[in-house]
């Protein structure tokens, strides 16, 4: 257990038990300009938590002993101050469901790439200036819990992976209106905005398969996509 400074205002807590893991995250959250906190077990965690405060916790939610629920139990109960970034190789849309009942801000399956894991992390520390605003988008048939990051259509689940959820999200948000490719690929995935705009039209396509009507997302040729 150890912590360590940065330059970043953002404090983030690692809960790994895998240490090569553990010491990568660490790494490469720092270069990144983050403050860290390392912890190996949940115990060490919510020993963490209760002497400093942090903005962010990774939770692996496999940990040995006290569990990640534990400890994400914990918490939720203690009313701790701190986003939770639940991480787990059981990426059903079951296993999500548990973890954000639990609390959980977000929930990332293992293996993930890092420029996402980079993405929800800015996603998590965004929302913390964002409380007051609302948690549920709706257009038409559509929906989506921003908290617990579940999507609907007609009021029934979708099981959608962390892409199409981010791209359905923010033509929610954009409320009717035409949202451009280009928009789409730099605020979702700044780190591949170059040269990579099948991202986009794949996530879309992808969306559009999970939906009832795939015609329930509109597109048009130099204006992009919509939910009418």
């Known amino acids: 257990m150890r912590e360590t400074e940065a330059t970043n205002m953002a404090r983030i807590l690692i809960v790994e038990d895998d240490a090569d893991l553990a010491a990568v995250l660490d790494d490469c959250l720092r270069h990144e300009g983050y403050a860290t906190g390392l912890s190996g077990t949940g115990v060490e965690a919510l020993d963490l938590l209760s002497r400093g405060q942090y903005d962010v916790m990774l939770l692996d939610r496999d940990l040995p002993v006290l569990s990640g629920d534990e400890v994400m139990h914990t918490v939720d ?12 190789a059981a990426g059903g849309i079951e296993d999500r469901v548990q ?17 996402e894991l980079l993405a929800r992390i800015r996603t998590l520390l965004r929302r ?5 605003a609302p948690t549920m988008l709706s257009r038409g048939r559509l929906s989506v819990d921003t908290v617990r990051r579940l999507a609907y259509a007609d009021g029934r689940p979708l099981d959608l992976a962390p892409r199409e959820y981010a791209v359905l999200e ?7 209106g035409w949202i451009d490719t280009r928009s ?44 009418p």
């Open 184 to 227: 789409l690929l730099e605020s979702l995935w700044p780190s591949e905005a170059h040269g990579q705009p099948d991202l986009v039209k794949t996530a879309v396509y992808s969306l559009r398969r999970r939906l009832p009507d795939p015609t329930l997302i509109a597109s048009s040729r130099g204006e992009g996509y919509r939910i």
């Open 170 to 176: 923010e033509l929610l948000r954009a409320d009717g």
């Open 77 to 88: 109960r203690l009313r701790i101050p701190v986003r939770t970034l639940m991480l787990t």
């Open 128 to 132: 913390g200036d964002t409380d007051d």
């Open 99 to 115: 973890g954000l009942d639990l609390g959980a801000d977000d929930y990332l399956p293992k293996p993930f790439a890092y420029p």
